[in-house]
């Protein structure tokens, strides 16, 4: 999925930080950090990364459980069609035997579907989580760095046009949350889609948690 590139940068968004007052103006008012890096190289991304694999086999069992549920929707449909042959619609929905057995698959099929929709939304709906919580565990750290450089601004370097190699604090960044015993692994759990939709009554699309 997509997902993880995309909250990478609203991660990195939210870690704008409010004016500072600072003693030293090494790093001028900007510090630059390549948050991919940080996620892809860190002990704490790493530790992510295999937590949400195996969460993405769990949700990959519970897809292929649906399999043989797939299977008897097709034998089903099959054998509607055969004995419908020959019929109308209209006539089709007037049997009492037909029109009653194609409703109730026209329902199987679609909570078959959203079944597997639901699945998706789960997949998507956990790593957003999860990566809302590797960017509130690595806030402090990126916070220290951008305030020992004298900064004001924390910015992705995905969205830096230009910037001096002095003022990037990635490597940085990646050591120091690897030398934290809280910043080293993350809880990374089961998040189902529900837990990402707006509450009932509100709409609008639920943005992404950050």
Do not use: Y
């Not at 991919?36 to 530790?47: C, I, L, T």
């Not at 993405?56 to 419908?84: F, K, M, V, Y």
């Not at 929709?117 to 220290?144: H, I, K, S, V, Y």
């Amino acid at each position: 999925m997509r997902v993880l590139n995309l909250a990478a940068a609203v991660a990195v968004a939210a870690l704008l930080a409010a004016p500072t007052a600072v003693a030293q103006q090494r790093g001028g008012s900007v510090v630059v950090v390549n948050f991919q890096r940080v996620m892809s190289e860190s002990a704490m991304g790493r530790d992510m990364q295999t937590r949400l694999g195996t969460i993405g086999t769990q949700l990959q069992q519970e897809d292929t459980a649906l399999n043989p549920e797939g299977q008897a929707i097709q034998t089903e449909e099959q054998r509607l069609e055969t004995a419908s042959r020959g019929k109308t619609p209209a006539q089709i929905q007037a049997d009492p035997t037909l029109g009653p057995q194609w409703t109730a698959l026209q329902t199987r099929v679609q909570t078959f579907q959203q079944r597997k929709q639901a699945l998706q939304g789960d997949a998507q709906c956990t790593r957003l989580m999860a990566l809302r919580d590797f960017e509130n565990a690595a806030r402090p750290t990126l916070r220290a760095q951008m305030t020992a450089r004298g900064a004001q601004v924390v910015i992705d370097s995905s969205n830096a046009l230009l910037a001096d190699p002095s003022s990037d604090v990635t490597t940085a960044v990646i050591q120091a949350l690897d030398q934290g015993s809280s910043t080293r692994s993350l809880n990374v759990a089961l998040h189902r889609v529900a837990e990402c939709q707006p509450p009932q009554g509100q709409g609008g699309a639920q943005p992404a948690p950050h």
